[in-house]
């Protein structure tokens, strides 16, 4: 009877130990070992990192029309503002300097290519780790939805994919909420993983 006992123990232990281990979240916050890169200064599609501080301002360029600067705003302010980062809209930008504006966001279609709809990456590095001024690139206004801004955003403040995060998981992991790629639309918030991650970093 004891050795009966014994086992029927070892056994639960055994599966409450995998459930725990299943259950550990991937941390998605830039840098990751899957997402080693070092900030760069530099131009389209060269990568994003984190911002440098925790007031987050941001500006829209005349190439961001009226719907999809709502849209950014929304997000802006129904995501990211509910964090530790202190979100401000700015009418006039800063370009240079130690003060540089946040996240530049504009439409072009210069530079895409294939699938991509969104592109965000470093302007002006400060560390291996943190970007002064970042920018978000829209392919077209007609594809800017919530999730997409949501999603390039979360580049700007150093959220990853699920394939960069470490341990790696799922591109579509429903923690990941609007990180997931591809964009489906279905996830416009950034769930409450990414803003333990953001808070844990800001």
Known sequence: MAIKRVLVLAVIFAASVSVSQSAVASDNMYKTANANWSCP???FGSGFCQTDNST????????VNGAVGATVDLTMFDSYDGTDLNVTWIASPSYSGGAETDIIYQVSTSGF????????WCDDAT?????DQEYVRFRAASYVDRE???HETGHAV???HGADAYPSESNTASELGCMETPD???NPYIESHNVSEINATY
């Open 41 to 43: 200064d530099g131009s």
């Open 56 to 63: 987050l301002t941001y500006y829209e360029q005349g190439s």
């Open 113 to 120: 290519s294939g699938n991509t709809i969104g592109q965000t």
């Open 127 to 131: 560390t291996a780790t943190k970007c």
């Open 148 to 150: 997409l801004a949501c």
């Open 158 to 160: 150093g959220l990853t």
């Open 184 to 186: 489906t639309g279905n």
